[in-house]
């Protein structure tokens, strides 16, 4: 299925702002100054992710975050340095332009976390965000001499009670400007009235629940923006495909959680309700290929599955075992969450028929024609491999970057990104931002 391309960076933003009796924040010292003594909060003190190449780049990573955290930063950005141009690991690159802020002292530094869901998903998901900030960071801090900027990494674990930990101890540090993230739509939720409470731009580069876009959109105060659509439209094509053919649904989804109920339920706007003969639960361990046989019985033609952003332990095997039963039977339509490393895992009987939505895929010929991918660092992989999170954190990027060269403070940063005509310059060509309020678009 090919979806249209997407000729903007949507930002859609929402937000309740509190007028009065905002809860009081405790400043605190710089995050890279107490950050060896903080759980999952690193500058380039801990190590989150694992190296990538088996093991070959160990003792060159584990040095430099060593010497990183003794403050020794002439010594980490040498033995960091080598274990980039070994490994092209992107959490070795953020630590690597840290420490060279931290060793050269420039006169002016801007500071943003990005939060990443590395110990609650596989562990592609958080690096293929990081890709996408370490690039963005390398070229803005080797091409601009007015200020340099310092990335703050957390892992939230994907976990909304981690998530608004993490939340809480990042708005404390106000040199933290904004922050990218969270990654699934379940934390977000959780934790965006944190960042509102404490006026922290929280821009989102994944999280894509349409509760995060309806509840006062209109507001014009509010700090949470995104540069992804929301689910409104990946299930609207999700659906115009599944309609394309007659048949009855099978639909397998992951309830009470974010992403997973939002993409149902804007998928049953364009699909009627009668058309889905049975339902399933993927928190459930059971049996997928009696529910398939289950669900023929009653007149399935076709598969439908909805897991959620990683958010339950179960939920990604029970996707695999589904595929598996179905044998490439009947068409399998997915949302984006399907598409995942566990598929390298199946046969070409297993695949056939699986159909997935995503936001931008770039062997897409208009996009490799068009869009100024030939730009893209050759160390995030060859057009195949570069995942729409990679795309979409460096999208974030351009936005928050663009935003901090014209601001001095977090409110400061939200006026810019709200003001109307704000464009960035994105992975793809000049592309004017689409500010989404609610239902309305305003697009350039």
């Known amino acids: 299925m090919k979806l249209p391309r997407i000729a903007y960076i949507a930002i859609a933003g929402l937000g309740l702002y ?3 009796h905002l809860p009081h924040i405790e400043y605190t010292e710089p995050i890279c100054e107490t950050a060896n003594n903080l759980d999952r909060i690193s500058c380039g003190q801990h190590i989150i992710l694992t190296p990538p190449d088996g093991g070959k780049s160990q003792t060159n990573k584990i040095a430099g975050f060593d010497a990183f955290k003794q403050k020794d930063f002439n010594k980490a950005v040498d033995y960091l340095d080598k274990d980039w141009k070994l490994t092209k690991d992107p959490e070795t690159l953020i630590a690597l332009s840290n420490a060279k802020i931290l060793r050269d002292r420039p006169a002016n530094v801007k500071t943003i976390a990005v939060v990443i869901p590395r110990s609650g998903t596989p562990e592609f998901v958080a690096a293929n965000i990081l890709k996408g900030v370490a690039a963005a960071q390398q070229e803005w801090n080797q091409k601009n001499n007015r200020w340099q900027l310092l990335v703050v990494i957390a892992d939230d674990k994907n976990d909304p009670q981690e998530g608004k930990r993490i939340a809480e101890e990042l708005v404390k540090h106000q040199e933290i400007l904004a922050v990218l993230g969270h990654y699934s739509s379940t934390v977000t939720v959780n934790v965006k009235d944190i960042y509102q409470n404490a006026k922290t731009v929280l821009l989102s580069a994944t999280s894509t629940s349409d509760e995060l876009t309806n509840q006062n959109a209109e507001d014009p105060n509010n700090y949470f923006f995104r540069v992804i659509d929301s689910t409104k439209v990946s299930a609207k094509h999700l659906a115009q495909k599944c309609q394309s053919e007659p048949g009855k649904i099978v639909l397998f989804f992951t309830p009470n959680k974010k992403f997973s109920e939002s993409f149902r339920k804007e998928f049953f706007t364009h699909v009627p309700p009668s058309n ?3 339902e399933f639960d993927l928190s459930n361990r059971n049996n997928a290929a009696q529910e398939l046989a289950d669900a023929k019985e009653a007149g399935a033609t076709k598969i439908v599955i909805i897991p959620d952003a ?6 990604r095997e029970r996707v ?8 490439g039977q009947m068409p399998i339509l997915g949302a984006s969450i399907v598409r995942d490393t566990y598929l390298f895992k199946l046969n070409s009987a297993q695949l056939k028929n699986l159909i997935v939505t995503i936001p931008v895929h770039p062997t897409d010929r208009q996009f490799i024609d068009e869009m100024r991918l030939k730009q893209a660092p050759n160390w995030w ?5 570069i995942h729409d999170r990679i795309i979409n954190s460096y999208d974030g990027m351009q936005v928050l970057l663009t935003a901090l060269d014209r601001s001095t403070d977090r409110s400061s940063v939200r006026q810019t990104i709200a003001t109307p005509g704000f464009s960035v310059q994105g992975i793809t060509k000049k592309l ?13």
């Open 18 to 20: 509190l007028a009065v």
């Open 276 to 278: 889905v003969v049975q």
């Open 320 to 327: 695999l075992a589904v595929i598996k039963a179905n044998q």
């Open 310 to 315: 990683f958010t339950d332990a179960n939920e």
């Open 432 to 444: 004017a931002l689409m500010v989404q309020s609610g239902l309305k678009q305003l697009t350039a």
């Open 381 to 385: 992989g060859t057009k195949e491999q």
